[in-house]
């Protein structure tokens, strides 16, 4: 349906023929294009007539516990929080690693799969 450069935004249905949403996604390490993206994603929300599945690397922490070893700034957080809560996600729970990415010094979950309640 959409794209840029750092998402692909699909509708997409599943062999049990019902649709669904899905967008994938690829952050920037640039604060200034991922707020970008965060505006691109916000509109999405209101034409979501079924579930909605968005994942992939965010490139930013939804908290500051998801970052253990280094500066986490809550203007980091903040505007992609607001993005989340505004388009009506929520985290899908896991099993595995919870910290996505490394450093060996800096230990962080940039990795999200986000669903709404549709």
Not at 9 to 18: D, F, G, W
Request: glycine fraction near 6%; charged fraction near 20%.
């Amino acid at each position: 349906m959409e794209m840029s450069a750092h998402h692909i935004h699909c509708h997409m249905r599943h062999l049990t023929a019902k649709y669904f949403y899905f967008t994938l996604i690829y952050g920037s390490i640039d604060d200034a294009e991922r707020i970008q993206l965060w505006s691109i994603l916000k509109p999405y929300e209101d034409c979501m007539t079924e579930p909605w599945l968005i994942g992939g690397d965010f490139n930013n922490v939804l908290a500051i516990d998801e970052r253990v070893g280094g500066n986490t700034p809550l203007a980091e957080i903040r505007p992609f929080k607001d993005c989340i809560e505004a388009c009506g996600l929520q985290d899908l729970q896991f099993t595995g690693n919870f910290y996505t990415w490394t450093n060996r010094q800096i230990f962080s979950k940039i990795d999200q799969v986000l669903i709404n309640q549709h």
